[in-house]
């Protein structure tokens, strides 16, 4: 299994970027796909997620600029980032949780290579 994530970059404060994750590979089925950062010198922190039934979840610090997004068929999540701040500067990283190889297999974590957003003043 494969996250490929794209879409981070520099952008100005009050600002707008969209993320965008992919996943590929032996994938039988999606628990939850989501986002989650890392500033410098800080621990990973949950952004947002959302469950392929569509039940969304989002941390206090983005909710109301934030909008994440799940495509089942495409297996892809984006995020929607408005209102950008200073401290939204993260590596962003792409999450799922998801059943490789049929009913039998576990559920496990797989991470995306992380996409650096820096927000500037």
């Known amino acids: 299994v494969q996250l490929q994530a794209c879409g981070g970059g520099l952008v100005q404060a009050g600002g707008s970027l969209r993320l965008s994750c992919a996943a590929s590979g032996s994938i039988f089925s999606i628990n939850t796909m989501g986002w989650y950062r890392q500033a410098p010198g800080k621990e990973r922190e949950l952004v947002a997620t959302?469950?392929?039934?569509?039940?969304?979840n989002y941390a206090d610090s983005v909710q109301g600029r934030c909008t994440i997004s799940f495509d089942s068929a495409k297996k892809t999540v984006d995020l929607q980032m408005n209102s950008l701040k200073r401290e939204d500067t993260a590596v962003y990283y792409c999450n799922a949780h998801l059943r490789p190889n049929g009913w039998g297999s576990q559920l496990r974590h797989y991470w995306g290579q992380g996409t650096l957003v820096t927000v500037s003043s």
């Open positions: 959302i469950t392929s039934g569509g039940n969304t």
